[in-house]
T-cell receptor, first 118, second 113 residues
Framework: AQKITQTQPGMFVQEKEAVTLDCTYDTSDPSYGLFWYKQPSSGEMIFLIYQGSYDQQNATEGRYSLNFQKARKSANLVISASQLGDSAMYFC???????????????FGKGTLLTVNP | EPEVTQTPSHQVTQMGQEVILRCVPISNHLYFYWYRQILGQKVEFLVSFYNNEISEKSEIFDDQFSVERPDGSNFTLKIRSTKLEDSAMYFCASHTGRGEKLFFGSGTQLSVL
């Protein structure tokens, strides 16, 4: 069974600084995908970034980058130049490829609440 | 950017009542999902739907739950007889079948009293 662990229930960062949100995963499947989603207080789930298990390079999307360390089974999210609007819950999730090529059965972690201080 | 739309944003119901949560996925998407998030807990997969049938469901998705795509645009989740423990945020999501991005709606907060 797949498992996602986010060990930081809450994180604080000063505006304009970088912050790393931790995520470790466990799977026996050699082929998998890792996601980060942002959930502001309004409740919607916003896709941030994706990393495939066979991707050679770490994924980047604007101020978001994913520090993928396959041997350590970690997929940490790095947010550079934090903004006040980055304050939200952040979820790490894994896609189960065993369910089929296009089936998005995601396993989520418990989330990390990020607060950006002015 | 296109959006997955969910209605209502909040739903309050009495225990034992039936509820229908509605979703309009993005128009060219082929795969549809329901997830739920009990307050303070993880987001959990409920069911996936493709080609007018359920492709996978979780243990949570028992006989009290059903899904339907009645008219080619809406995608609904019905809970036949709600229980207190069904109180949660329910998210609809959709996907094209290509690429990695799974689009979530903004959720329906269901409160069962």
């Amino acid at each position: 069974a797949q498992k996602i662990t986010q060990t930081q229930p809450g994180m604080f960062v000063q505006e304009k600084e970088a912050v790393t949100l931790d995520c470790t995963y466990d799977t026996s499947d050699p082929s998998y995908g890792l996601f980060w989603y942002k959930q502001p207080s309004s409740g919607e789930m916003i896709f941030l970034i994706y990393q495939g298990s066979y991707d050679q390079q770490n994924a980047t999307e604007g101020r978001y980058s994913l520090n993928f360390q396959k041997a350590r089974k970690s997929a940490n999210l790095v947010i550079s130049a934090s903004q006040l609007g980055d304050s939200a819950m952040y979820f790490c999730a894994m896609r189960d490829f065993n369910s089929g090529g296009s089936n998005y059965k995601l396993t989520f972690g418990k989330g990390t609440l990020l607060t950006v201080n002015p | 950017e296109p959006e997955v739309t969910q209605t209502p944003s909040h739903q309050v119901t009495q225990m034992g009542q039936e509820v229908i949560l509605r979703c309009v996925p993005i128009s060219n998407h082929l795969y549809f999902y329901w997830y739920r998030q009990i307050l303070g807990q993880k987001v959990e997969f409920l069911v996936s739907f493709y080609n007018n049938e359920i492709s996978e469901k979780s243990e949570i998705f028992d006989d009290q739950f059903s899904v339907e795509r009645p008219d080619g645009s809406n995608f609904t989740l019905k809970i036949r007889s709600t229980k207190l423990e069904d109180s949660a945020m329910y998210f609809c999501a959709s996907h094209t079948g290509r690429g990695e991005k799974l689009f979530f709606g903004s959720g329906t907060q269901l409160s069962v009293l």
